[in-house]
């Protein structure tokens, strides 16, 4: 093979990586679509606004599902989530439906089946997007990973109506000023991701899809198990900051299809 072939192949082969990573990414500017579901840009018609949202529609292994519990297969074997997380620079960003939290700096990373992947963003929906035994919760956030091969691990915490979160109150202050602002963005200062709490080690795991355009399939979803709390006033404030007028943005839920959920569970009981 000649030079120039190799070079010609070498930037065909790096344009097809950055074009995959593009795609793999969630959209930060969410006006192109909407959650009505009559609507022209409702999630019915996702699919169809542009090209490379076609998964939206047509794909296989979309994401969120219903956690069924007689379909859940129970495992002891994937082992503990690995979190490896550190306080970094971040910034609030109202993408057009939700507040997401940017880190801008290393924030750390969870590793799963050897692979690590870095902290790139949270973000919330409301209500829950995933159900359990077809249930909403009140709020589900998404703990955004990257591998340094453009492969998406979400870890997603959903949450019911009680007590205040603390990562939300310690959020307070940056919403509030975020909510009397059209700024799309605002500066959050340091973030430490280690305050998202867990609180279990139990969870379900499966493949599924990003829950907003471009829908790219093959992402790693944990679901932590364990339901935490918010407050009715938190869950509003995430709303409010957004200046959506719609008071949801969670997308319908998707068909399992043939797929598999696990849920981990330890064999000690300590949990």
Known sequence: MG???IQLLFLITFFLVLVSRITSQEVEDEAEFNYDPNGEKGPANWGRIHPEWGACSNGSMQSPIDLLSERVDVVSHLGRLSRS???ANATLMNRGHDMMLKWEGAAGSIEINGTEYLLKQCHWHSPSEHTINGKRLALEAHMVHESLDGRVAVVGIMYMIGR???FLSSLRKQLQSVAGTYE????????DPRNIKIGSRKY??????LTIPPCTENVLWTIVRKVRTATREQVRMLRVAVHDESDTNARPIQPINSRTVKLFRPEDKDD
């Open 204 to 209: 379900y795991r499966y493949i599924g899809s």
């Open 184 to 191: 799309r963005d605002t500066v959050a200062g340091v973030v």
């Open 85 to 87: 997380y550190n306080p």
């Open 3 to 5: 030079k120039l072939a």
């Open 164 to 166: 205040p979160d603390s």
